[in-house]
Every structure is written in C-alpha cells, then in structure tokens.
C-alpha cells in the first residue's frame, strides 16, 4: 500500500514542473500552519526564475492545470502558495491496513537502505557504577538502535568495557586492603563501587595508597596471577551489575568488548604503522601523529616515551575490529560531547592508517539533576540506579493515589513501566545535543510533556475501544469526519511517517516524542470536543476507526522509543 505524503504530492506537481527534479519539489513542501485546512503547501517562489511569472500566478497556472488525483481531497491557491489537503479516507487507510509497518520503510535513506550500523554504547569503567549520564547514552543508544531496525537496517549493538588502567586498580587496592575477601552483599557493581569511594576516602589521609595502586597496575600488566584473579573476580561483579541495568532498559548488546584484550593490538597497530612511515618519533622516543597540516588538529601523541599505550590506540583497534566482526556500513559512537576532541583525532588518525570507513561521533550533551533532589555517592555523580529508584517509588505514590483499590503487585508492576517510561521520554524530547535539568517529580506527571502523558492517552483509546462491541474496519461514512479536532487528528497521522524518515536521516529521536505530544495533544483536545460512544452507530464507527488509528501511531511511536504501553494505568 503507497503511503501517501509530501512525494505523493511531488509526483502530481513534477508532471507540470519541467524545472525542478522531483527530489527538488518535495524538498520545498511545506506543511501549512495548523488552522489552515490543508495537509501541505508548495511555494511558487522558486519557479518565478523559470516561468518569469509572479509566483501567486504561478500558483493559478499550476492549479487550471493539475488534474486532480482521487488522493487528493482539494487544492486550493493562497497567495503564492498551493495548498493540497489529502483525501483522510487514503491516511487512515494506510494507518489502518499497515499499522505497525506504517512509516517503516518508503525510500532510501542516507545511509543507504538496509545498511549495516554498529552503534557502540554506552562504555562504562568497571570500578563503579553506571552513573546517570551512562542513562542519557543508553536511552540514545537504544532508540536510536529500534529507530534504524523499524526502517529496515541491520543494526548491531556492542558495548566498551573500560576495564583496566588505574581506576581499576584503586576499588580493586581498597578491596584488597579492606575487603576481607568478601562477597557482594547488594548489587554487583554498587558493591566494587563502594570500594572506589573508599580508596578515594582514605588516599586524602594516605599519600602513599597512590603508589600503592600504581604498582598494583605494574602487577597487573606483568601478569601476576593474584592480581589477575582480584581483577577478574571484581569485573565480573561490576559487569553483573551493569546487566541487570541494561535489562531495566531491555538492552542486550550483540558483542561485548574489553579494554583488556584490546589495548596491545592497538598499539601493535602504532608500531607497524611507524615502520611505515606513517607516524614518527620524538626525541624522547615517543610515537607521534602529525595532524596539524592535513586535518587541523593537534599533533597526539599515541605511545609514551616510557613505551606505555594511551587510551586512543585501543580504539584505533577496536574500530578494525568491528569491521572484521559485523563488516559495517556505518559505525556510530554514542559518547558525551566531552568526547569531541577525542573523536576527531580518532576519525583522522583512522584516515591516515587508511581505514576509509564511515564512522560518526553522536555526541550528547550533559544531563544533571536539580540540587538537594537525590544524594550522590561521592559527592559529584548520581548512581542510575538511585535515579531510577528515585522515580519508579514517586510512579508508585502516583500510582496508588489514583487506584488505591490495585493490589500492591499490580500497583508496583504499573510503576516499573511509568517510571521508565517517565525517564526515557524525559531525556529523549530534547534534542541529543542539548544538555537539560532532569526533574524527576515532573517527568512522572500524568499531565504535561511526559511519558506517562502519552501512555495514558493510549490507554484512554483502549479503554474506549473495549466500551464498545462494533467492529472497527474501514467500511465507513468518511464524509462524517468532518470536525475540526478530527482533521486535525488526521492530519497528525499523514505526518508520521515523515518525522520517521527525517528521524532516521539526522538521527534527531527528540522529533518523535515531540511528535507524540502532538499526535495525543489532539487527542485530548478532540475527546474533549467530540463524543465517540454514542446513539448515532455511524458516527461512532468512524469515530472508533480514527482514535484506533491514533492508537496504532502511538504505539509504533512508542516502541521505538523503548517505552511500553499500558491498556490501563
């Protein structure tokens, strides 16, 4: 079934533009101001040049001229524009017959249809827990991961272990100092997290805990077999307990890699790479990249005169080996704008060892909380875990105040997927390169621009639907959707697929929640305005079919999102 939107439109208008490509008509397609009633709008200004006419005569011309599809309801001139409204019974249609395919798959997009992406998130250090920006790149990393699935890609997501180095050693000397060859007694990684702050207590009043961690990380990279076991047996405690966070956010990641096994090929990578020619050495026998003619960076050095590896060098190897591993069309990294620099040098390095291949930096900016909202662990970062608790015990209050008679598991099962949902439509309807205030009373709110807002929308239409016994289908008066609130509704849906395609192309996820509001926005209003259960069995069958359809957007919406529905809150 074609979907029909602003190419549709093109398609009629290119049979009369000789001047303009298609892809050129559809680029200035605009949609109206929402109290026209009009689906779309073209300007005639572009084509004044060509037909050396005013473009409100244009505007005439084009219409005398156009013989109008069935699609297409009426087209009106305005001026210099051409206003189309498209005929609701073909939207509703394709809403209808597609649901959940509705929006997926249209046209090529950017990166090419069915492309192989690898999005890499969200790469934590195994020596504490996930703190709550780790949340903002999971909650990206996911929906950007469902996004590219929905429209037909091949997506791959893998995840970054920083699982050596000194940070590492530091929870795992206070372990060893103060441990007591203990077992977890709380979640895995809140558990090695608690010696970190340990380490980092008692280094204030000890000097020499610094050089004791240093020597344990010499211990380390020598291969002591005790060092080992303590190191091992502590990731494996801290990468438990970053599993049972991804599970909050059903993410599972088709490959896991470690810093450990990574970091000598990369700088095996450097040296070969130096024998040909390719970087140089310093006078104090440092290994250095030359950027600053070519690629106007700094010049970074990637292996120290002590002949240590830095942190860039294993990323160097990891992008090599995610190409042998998923041989990808694209590589996105979802990493903090922090990050930036790091990424250029990455990017040119990549480029001057000659590997050509298509790779992205999504970089997000900074999530904080309100002061006095939630207790830190050190006094700087806030645990997700603590955050997400924080808001699943406020979904629950919310919760139990509207349905007091619920029993207490169906209250607390409610408020694991309201306060999810609470969080993730909070981070994603801003834009990823925004950074924003997180508010957790407020991301909860039944009312407002809320997760919880959009899913009681559709458990609204749920409850609707289930009130009534006609079977919803297409066989309907449609001249009987003629309410202005309904229009509107009807012209929300046309858009959809859309806002999915620009999503796809510029990888903006904010444009969908933004869009839901809208979409349930209208909803409210027309609910308010327009009864749908009533004597009149026509007006109700069309009215049953609209508001099902707003529920089939909604939910595809929705589970790109990584957000759950609920027929009843």
């Known amino acids: 079934m074609k979907v029909i939107d602003k190419k549709a439109i093109a398609e009629v208008l290119e049979k009369y533009i000789s001047d303009l490509s298609i892809e050129e008509i559809e680029l200035s397609i605009e949609i109206p101001p929402p109290e026209l009633d009009f689906t779309y709008a073209f300007p005639c200004f ?39 409204k498209i005929n609701p019974k073909f939207i509703l ?50 929906s950007l991961s469902n996004l590219l699935q929905y429209k037909g890609h091949k997506v791959f997501q893998v995840n970054l272990n920083n699982d050596r180095g000194i940070h590492i050693c530091k929870s795992m000397l206070a372990y060893k100092k103060w441990g007591n060859n203990s077992q977890p007694d709380k979640k895995g990684d809140h558990f090695v997290g608690d010696y970190y702050v ?4 008692r280094v204030k009043e000890d000097k020499d805990l610094a050089k004791e961690a240093q020597d344990l990380l010499i211990s380390w990279e020598a291969g002591d077999q005790e060092t080992l076991d303590l190191w091992n047996k502590m990731n494996k405690w801290a990468i438990s307990g970053f599993r049972e966070t991804y599970a909050k956010f059903n993410i599972k990641f088709d490959k896991e890699y470690n810093e450990s096994d990574l970091y000598l090929s990369g700088k095996e990578k450097i040296l070969d790479a130096l024998n040909r020619g ?28 002590d002949g240590t590896s830095i942190y860039i060098t294993q990323d160097i190897y990891l992008a090599y080996k995610k190409k042998e591993d998923f041989n990808y069309d694209r590589s996105i990294y979802v990493v903090a704008n922090e990050q930036i620099q790091h990424f250029k040098w990455l990017f040119a390095l990549l480029d001057m060892l000659g590997f050509k291949e298509d790779n992205f ?48 598991n169906e209250k607390k099962k409610r408020a694991k997927t309201i306060s999810l949902a609470a969080i993730i439509f909070y981070i994603l309807k801003y834009s990823y390169v925004k950074g924003f205030i997180f508010e957790p009373d407020e991301s909860i709110s039944f009312e407002g621009e809320t997760g919880p807002y959009i899913q009681y929308c559709y458990a609204r239409i749920a409850s609707i639907i289930s009130k009534t016994k006609q079977e919803i289908d297409l066989n309907i008066k ?15 849906l046309a858009y959809f697929p859309e806002i999915i395609d620009t999503a796809e192309k510029t990888y903006n996820i904010h444009l969908i929640p933004q869009y839901l509001l809208t979409l349930c926005q209208g909803f409210n209003s ?34 790109i999102l990584g957000i759950d529905t609920l027929n009843q809150m």
């Open 361 to 408: 930096h999504l970089s997000y900016g900074m999530i904080d909380l309100p002061s006095g909202k939630m207790k830190s662990r050190e006094g700087t970062v806030v645990d997700a875990d603590d955050v997400i608790e924080e808001v699943e015990n406020l979904a629950f209050e919310e919760v139990n105040k509207r349905y007091p008679t619920l029993t207490n």
């Open 478 to 492: 449609w001249q009987l959707l003629a309410h202005e609130k309904e229009q509107f509704l009807v012209k929300q």
């Open 93 to 142: 249609e394709s809403v209808f017959e597609l649901k959940s395919d509705y929006g997926r798959i249209r046209e090529t997009s950017k990166i090419g249809l069915k492309s192989r992406v690898v999005i890499e998130y969200p790469s934590p250090n195994t020596n504490k827990p996930l703190h709550f920006g780790h949340v903002r790149n999971m909650v990206l990393g996911k």
């Open 278 to 305: 390719i970087f140089e050495k310093t006078e104090d026998g440092a290994v250095i990249a030359r950027l600053k003619d070519k690629y106007n960076l700094e010049d970074k050095i990637l292996i120290r005169s």
């Open 526 to 559: 027309f609910y308010s305005a327009c009864q749908v259960l009533s004597d009149d069995k026509e007006l109700e069958k069309a009215r049953l079919l609209l508001i099902r359809c707003v529920q089939i957007v909604i939910k595809i919406g929705l589970d």
């Open 46 to 84: 572009k084509l004044s040049k060509f037909f050396k006419k005013a473009p409100i005569q244009i505007a005439q011309d084009l219409l005398d001229k156009i013989k109008q599809p069935e699609f297409i309801e009426k087209i009106e001139v305005a001026g210099p524009y051409l206003n189309f």
């Open 198 to 201: 340990l380490y980092s207590n």
